[in-house]
């Protein structure tokens, strides 16, 4: 599992983001960024980390898919 250190700056660098508009929204402003960010932006140790957490999703979607009791009515 890998482990975040704190930043010598003290800001948040795992994602440089930037508002397109203060006044636009979180929809919005979530929407600029995933259309505008590119896989090299972003920290490699959040990538990492969001690899695990597609992995441990991807483990438990299979499991509810398989033994959860509301599948059947699903």
């Known amino acids: 599992m ?3 250190a704190d930043s010598p700056s003290g ?3 795992v ?3 930037e508002t397109p508009d203060p006044n636009c929204g979180i929809t919005k402003t979530l929407a600029h ?3 505008t960010t590119k896989l090299t932006d972003i920290n490699p140790t959040a990538v ?3 690899k ?3 992995l441990d999703f991807v483990g438990v979607a299979a499991w509810a ?3 959860a009791e509301s599948i059947p009515a699903v």
Request: net charge negative; proline share 5%; hydrophobic share 50%.
């Open 52 to 54: 695990d957490f597609l």
């Open 48 to 50: 990492s980390r969001l």
């Open 33 to 35: 960024f995933v259309a």
């Open 65 to 67: 898919g398989r033994f």
């Open 15 to 17: 994602f440089p983001i």
């Open 11 to 13: 800001k948040d660098e």
């Open 2 to 4: 890998t482990e975040f």
